[in-house]
């Protein structure tokens, strides 16, 4: 038998729980505490409400929304060369000095201009070195013959 895999392809009684199902001791917990929810929500509010700190975080992180990072609109020429790039990184820096940018979100924004300005670079580095290469193919030919 090979160690890794304890039962055969094709084995139908080794197959173990179905996927998604509970373990029966979480169902139970589960039926329990559904059992004396409102009990149990009140009694947390009630902690928070004497002042209980841990009652409290479990309160409003049930009662607010997990804040996420507003949208940023900026305006930049669409990305075709490098030297659109080098344009869009000026624009953010810009930006940034007027304050329309916070120093996280420029960095976010030219992370994905450096990314694709190496993304860039490397096609225009790769039609160049076929460019190369066909060149000296046929210099090579042409001494050849």
Do not use: H, W
Request: positive net charge.
């Amino acid at each position: 038998m090979k160690r890794g895999r304890p039962f055969e392809p094709g084995n139908n009684f080794g197959r173990g729980r179905p996927k998604g199902s509970r373990n029966k001791v979480t169902a139970e917990a589960l039926a329990l505490l559904y059992q004396f929810k409102e009990p149990l929500i009140r009694k947390c509010m009630a902690k928070a409400i004497e002042g209980d700190v841990r009652a409290l975080a479990l309160c409003i992180e049930r009662i607010l929304p997990s804040l996420r990072e507003p949208t940023v609109r900026l305006r930049i020429p669409k990305l075709e060369k490098l030297e659109d790039t080098k344009l869009a990184s000026q624009l953010i820096v810009e930006n940034l000095a007027k304050g329309n940018l916070t120093p996280n979100e420029a960095e976010k924004i030219q992370g994905v201009i450096a990314d694709i300005r190496d993304d860039m670079a490397a096609g225009e580095l790769e039609a160049r070195l076929a460019r190369l290469e066909k060149q000296a193919d046929a210099d090579g030919n042409s001494r050849s013959s």
